[in-house]
């Protein structure tokens, strides 16, 4: 079998370490294309560039590894990647090593997780990685073997349509990990704390800030695994549809 | 009964016809308080602006009605508008309405909604409204009733916990619209179709641009009913587990 082509994203950058760490893990396993931001792009979702134009610059070109920097969103490199880099579909997109949480509700602030999705929806097998560690010196070494465990189950299994992992590892500052969970996705929500201040003309501006609000302790959701020290995979989709809500608002009768 | 307090906001920005609409529409129902983009941000889906500093501009204060601007995302213009304008949560948050379509995959590029789904994370009632013309002189005008029914049957019977609306409304084209139908997000996907330019140095750069696609023709989907003249609401919740896939997952033995 030919080896695997790997697309390889991120939304903190293309000088990232987790991406640097993630790019070194992909080469095991395959060919790999990176197309990452130019510079740091948290929190930025699953935002695209339409307003302005879009680059590519090329880094490196090698057999078997090539690296480009893009000047949009993570979304757009995975556009970028597939139809301008690539001008096919990777068997694969990885995105990360992200540089803090994506578990829980983070899913839908994070660039991290757009980037899977948006290759979800085209039908390429994704998954995206993140390290509960906000620092730019964090230690990504011991997620070595539960990345690669995972995107090569992905590989060799597939994914259902419609479906990629959202894959959190946990801190473990010197414990072991205990294994691999695949989970749902915790109820919990971040209560806005904006930091009030003035500049130097006395106008009022605003930094978002927040803390973080669990608001559940079910044993089978990501927030449990990763507090037991455990990796958790949460199957992720994009049919944002609430079913079970269908047959209540029909109720309303807003015909009448 | 006290009028309901209403956060009205959009994506198209604070000059949009769309909200002039809205804006309108929700007079007539409470007291209505105005957080909008200062200018167009659609397609910047769920970002939050952690890197630069918010500012919020005060354009009208009156009983009863109350506007101002926010140079930040629709997501920011939500909480902004809680957590500065406000300080409290308010009754009912409303968006749009957008110029064209959030129906199917378009609910995960969106502004509108985010703005929604973010006051539904803070379990504040909320709805998304958009009309499917992108034209900026579009008539607003048969919407009203629609709106207006939506929006009342929300605040009498509030929402399922984590659950909000996505309302679209079809361009008739003089025709009637038939009614309301509660559907689901149809399978779709938007395709690519980069326009591959070289500026004056002789250096190429791209515009994103797209094919929408549709995969299904589903009677039970948004898609179908805007095709047949209905007015869609499609129950959204941030929940983006895909629940049936975790017993498949489970099956490939990650811990072996």
Chains 1, 2 share one sequence.
């Not at 602030?109 to 039908?123: H, K, P, R, W």
């Not at 906000?134 to 090569?152: L, N, P, Q, T």
């Amino acid at each position: 079998m030919n080896k695997p082509i790997i697309l390889v994203t991120n939304d903190d950058g293309i000088n990232a370490p987790g991406l640097r760490h993630l790019i070194n893990i992909m080469r095991t396993i395959g060919k790999v294309v990176v197309v990452a931001p130019q510079s740091t792009m948290s929190g930025t979702a699953h935002s695209i560039t339409v307003r302005s134009p879009l680059r590519v610059e090329e880094i490196v070109k090698e057999k078997d590894y090539e690296e480009y920097s893009c000047n949009g969103t993570p979304v757009d490199c995975v556009k970028l990647g597939e139809q301008i880099v690539l001008r096919h579909k990777p068997d694969l997109l990885v995105s990360g090593i992200n540089h803090g949480s994506n578990a829980s509700i983070n899913v839908i602030y994070s660039g991290t997780m757009a980037a899977v999705l948006e290759a979800c929806i085209d039908g390429i097998p994704s998954i995206g990685f993140s390290l509960l560690d906000y620092s730019s010196k964090a230690d990504f070494r011991y997620c070595d073997e539960y990345v690669k465990i995972i995107a090569e189950n992905v590989i060799k299994n597939g994914l259902p349509s419609g479906v990629c992992l959202n894959v959190n590892i946990p801190t473990v500052n010197g414990a072991e990990i205990k294994g691999i969970k695949v989970c749902r996705q915790a109820k919990s929500k971040w209560v806005e704390e904006f930091d009030e201040r003035k500049d130097p003309r006395q106008k009022d501006y605003y930094w978002l800030t927040g803390r973080f609000e669990r608001l559940e302790n079910g044993k089978d959701t990501d927030e449990w695994a990763l507090e037991n020290n455990y990796v958790s995979v949460v199957p992720v989709h994009f049919d944002f549809t609430a079913h079970y809500a269908i047959e209540d608002i029909n109720k309303w009768k807003l015909n009448a």
